[in-house]
């Protein structure tokens, strides 16, 4: 049913891949001057599988083209292997020793979540601060290569329709490849642009790119207990701007080195996600300059900055919110349902489906006022087909029954209820603090074990957008 040397072939790389990224982190070891051993154990125990499986699937044919339930078994293990040889070095380090806590962390870096079980980040060796925040970084590669070209190459989760424009997608599948390459080449340049800036605000060189990998990969790691708090204006100014560059589909980044100005102009999800952020950055200015005694320029700022970070789901925090006016922090978890776009490296609902469903529940109503009309759902001026408009709509009822069902596990773990949702909230949109006892003020070191788990499992649901991980549980998907 499924090529079983060609899944081995793709879980070789993964393995590569990170076995890699930890001899990059022995790099940072050797310049400040620590132990590289621990990255050498894990090195070797991350590529010796690695060559192995290189070896076994050596004659594997190369113009096999996978069928879905291939690409959903592929895609999970993936993610699997990926976050449980990250978690070699907390355990190697003496960073994290305990394995439910590593793994946790190490699923939150690569998810580009941002939660954390750390009390205190800055007692961490250098290497092990790099290699936290560089989770984040090839997280958030895997994600937008995911979810731009392989999900829509294979109409996984009706991404076939809006990640890129069918004409667009039409001219990529024959240039996988060289697409992949631009698109790496802009989260690269947004990346080094980042580092640039922050470097101007006299940020060192080591946090300005650990705080760069967790921006453009809208994770949220910081090398810091404060986050950002302790940051000048200019530095927080810089993060938002990159963030919101992070949550716009990288598809738009594309067209703009293309310069057709044109389609970015006309996209609907832009829109309307710029037009949230700036609604929703307003609405808690307003709520923060009447209701407390800070100036305008700090209630902006913390505004913008805190508004940003949750609807792109980066995760970062200036303050803690959870001090705000009451109404002003509830919006805020309702924000955190809201996503980036469709394309990028933020997780959520997503805009673009957001916008569905609001010109769904528009033409409901006015079916109803004019009974006789005919009309059809239209995203960027291409009709949307009633199988891929069901489909949307059905992962939105979905993801608010797994929200639920992981809101209701919780509580049954003694846990109190805000505490529950909010937890569940932000770590299937990827987002990090919550509210309740998981506020940007504190973390989820105090969770029971069984909660950790749980929360991990939905951090990594959440990000490769439910269906595929659902899908291998029902007995269906094992039928020839």
């Not at 890699?20 to 599988?49: M, N, Q, R, W």
């Not at 940020?203 to 760069?212: G, T, V, Y």
């Not at 109503?365 to 059809?376: D, L, Q, T, V």
Request: proline residues 3%; charged residues 15%.
């Amino acid at each position: 049913m499924i090529r079983l040397k060609f899944i081995l072939r793709v879980l070789s790389r993964i393995l590569y891949i990170n076995a890699f990224a930890f001899i990059v982190c022995a790099c940072v070891a050797i310049i400040y001057k620590e132990s590289t051993l621990p990255y050498i154990y894990a090195t070797t125990i991350t590529l010796l599988p690695a060559i192995f499986l290189h070896l076994v699937t050596l004659k594997t044919d190369n113009e096999y083209v996978m069928r879905r339930q291939g690409a959903y078994l592929t895609v999970t293990l993936s993610w699997l292997i990926l976050c449980l040889t990250g978690t070699l070095p907390y355990i190697f380090t003496g960073g994290i020793t305990y394995f439910p806590d590593a793994f946790f962390e190490t699923v939150s870096g690569f998810t580009t979540t941002g939660a954390s079980i750390l009390r205190d980040i800055e007692v961490l060796p250098y290497s092990l601060l790099f290699w936290r925040s560089l989770t984040h970084w090839i997280g958030g590669i895997g994600i937008m290569v995911l979810v731009i070209i392989i999900m829509p190459s294979i109409q996984m989760g009706g991404y076939q329709l809006f990640s890129m424009e069918s004409s667009v997608q039409t001219k990529i599948k024959p240039r996988i490849k060289s697409v992949g390459i631009r698109l790496l080449l802009i989260y690269v340049s947004l990346t080094v642009a980042e580092i640039i800036l922050l470097m101007l605000g006299n940020m060192n060189l080591f946090e300005s790119i650990c705080h760069a990998f967790g921006t453009i990969a809208t994770g949220g790691f910081s090398p810091k207990n404060t986050s950002i708090a302790g940051y000048s204006p200019y530095i927080q100014y810089v993060i938002t701007a990159f963030m919101i560059l992070a949550g716009t589909n990288f598809v738009m980044h594309y067209y703009l080195l293309k310069r057709e100005f044109q389609k970015v102009k006309q996209n609907e999800e832009l829109r309307f996600y710029l037009f949230i952020l700036i609604a929703s950055a307003i609405f808690l200015t307003g709520a923060l300059y009447f209701n407390t005694d800070k100036p305008l320029e700090l209630s902006f700022r913390e505004s913008f900055f805190q508004i940003s970070s949750i609807i792109t789901c980066t995760g970062f925090a200036t303050t803690d919110y959870l001090e705000w006016p009451i109404y002003a922090w509830h919006f805020i978890f309702i924000a955190m349902f809201f996503g980036g776009c469709t394309g990028s490296t933020a997780g959520g609902i997503k805009m673009a489906r957001h916008v569905v469903l609001f010109k769904n529940i528009k033409r409901v109503i006015r079916k109803i006022i004019y009974p006789n009309e005919m009309s059809c759902i239209k995203l960027n001026n291409t009709k949307i087909s009633s199988e891929t408009n069901n489909s949307i709509l059905t992962f939105i009822f979905v993801y608010f029954i797994v929200f639920i069902v992981g809101t209701v596990s919780l509580v049954l773990l003694n846990i109190d209820g805000k505490t529950s949702a909010s937890a569940v909230a932000t770590c299937m949109a990827g987002i990090g603090p919550g509210i309740g006892t998981v506020g940007p003020a504190n973390n989820f070191y105090h969770l029971p074990d069984m909660a950790k788990i749980i929360l991990s499992f939905l951090m990594i649901i959440g990000r490769l957008e439910i269906y595929t991980v659902i899908l291998l549980f029902t007995r269906s998907f094992w039928r020839k």
